[in-house]
């Protein structure tokens, strides 16, 4: 399924998309913050379903639909705003609408509106042209030449244990005071929420003229508590049924849980050196992104019939676990100063070696107490003013 999202706020396109994957997961989003763009793709590739806003800073959304109505397709057609006027209404429903869906958006609530739209709009064509015929089941093929060609493609990670936080996050939304800081400590150790909130609040920081925000609690205050709460609940559902492989949902949990080690262990050397430790915890929680990705594409081929093993997932997790991370890095636009932090978590550059990526490497080389690594520990913690 193709979906199509003009929304300019960065925030709400996020949301949508964690939406769509919770109803549908292999769903495809493309997502427009200008309705030239969108119309541009529209041309070049249809949609399956659209979701347009009604104000954009180009031009009206409305010329889009515009462009739909007077083509030979019939997608889903969704209007989102602020405030459903009536001349809004009736001008959409000239143009085929028929859902509108009003902002500020529940999570909850926009799954089942979507869920409920999506089945209407399925069950319209079967109604029309009969049974609509099912896609054959690809070829799962090898899981090195699946991870090549997702390579190449659109790189989603999501949570494996979504279900099991989401009871947390509607407690924590019925709340009336949540501060930015408790919720950053509350989710230490989650890559996928963390990469979100970051990409969205760098996003609208951008567009701001603003300067990048490097930690959690800095990305949660430039959305919003509340903001911040619901695109985490949409990222719970779609990460409820995710796993194919129990292998899959134990490896995750062992990168969520080094992840959460490194950050307390780098917190606690900023905490003795008086270094803010935001931006450090950030990258420490995000520095096993790209082996997380590894598994989320590996759990798609496993839904396509691939048989997985230990032996075979180390071997991918080795091969494309740093490619996956700089792919990754890349396409959540993480800033690079944080980029360079999780770098600092393998290696320390050549040259210039400010003294957070220094506490990183520290941080990284007790964590993991690797083989041969007793001498270069010394040497760093001598050179940080470690050393006893």
């Not at 889903?76 to 429903?93: C, G, H, N, P, Q």
Request: proline residues 4%; aromatic residues 4%; charged residues 25%.
């Amino acid at each position: 399924m193709n979906v199509l999202v003009l929304e300019d706020d960065p925030w709400l396109s996020e949301l949508l998309v964690e939406v769509l994957k919770s109803i549908e997961p292999e769903v495809h989003v493309h997502c427009f913050d200008r309705t030239a763009q969108a119309m541009d793709y529209w041309s070049d590739h249809g949609a399956d379903m659209i979701l347009c806003d009604w104000v954009l800073p180009d031009m009206s959304g409305v010329e889009l639909l515009r462009q739909v109505h007077a083509s030979d397709h019939a997608p889903a057609l969704v209007v989102i705003t602020a405030k459903a006027e009536r001349e809004l209404v009736l001008t959409s429903r000239k143009l085929g609408v028929r859902h509108f869906i009003t902002k500020p958006f529940d999570a909850r609530e926009l799954q089942r509106r979507l869920s409920e739209i999506i089945k209407s709009h399925q069950q319209g064509e079967a109604d029309g042209d009969g049974e609509p015929a099912q896609p054959e089941l690809p070829q799962a093929g090898s899981l090195s030449s699946f991870l090549e060609h997702t390579l190449q493609g659109e790189l989603a990670v999501s949570l494996f244990d979504g279900a099991e936080q989401l009871e947390e996050l509607l407690g924590l939304q019925a709340q009336d005071e949540v501060s930015p800081a408790e919720l950053a400590r509350r989710w230490v150790g989650q890559p996928v929420i963390s990469a979100k909130l970051l990409t969205v609040a760098n996003s609208q920081a951008l567009r701001s003229g603003g300067g990048p925000l490097l930690s959690l609690q800095e990305a949660i205050m430039s959305i919003g508590v509340q903001n911040s709460i619901s695109l985490s609940i949409a990222i719970c559902m779609a990460g409820a049924r995710l796993a194919h492989s129990p292998l899959l949902r134990e490896r995750a949990r062992e990168m969520e849980y080094k992840g959460e080690h490194l950050a307390a262990q780098v917190a606690a050397l900023a905490r003795g050196h008086n270094v803010n430790a935001g931006g450090l915890i950030a990258a420490a929680v995000l520095h096993r992104a790209g082996e997380l990705a590894v598994l989320h594409a590996t759990n798609r081929w496993c839904g396509q019939g691939g048989e997985l093993d230990s032996v075979l997932l180390d071997e991918a997790l080795k091969v494309f676990g740093p490619r996956f991370g700089n792919a990754v890095k890349v396409r959540w636009r993480i800033p690079f100063g944080l980029r360079a932090l999780i770098g600092a978590v393998y290696v320390l550059p050549q040259g210039v070696v400010t003294r957070e990526m220094l506490l990183m490497r520290i941080a990284s080389l007790q964590s993991e107490e690797e083989e041969g690594s007793q001498r270069e520990l010394e040497r760093l913690k001598s050179r940080a003013g470690l050393s006893a």
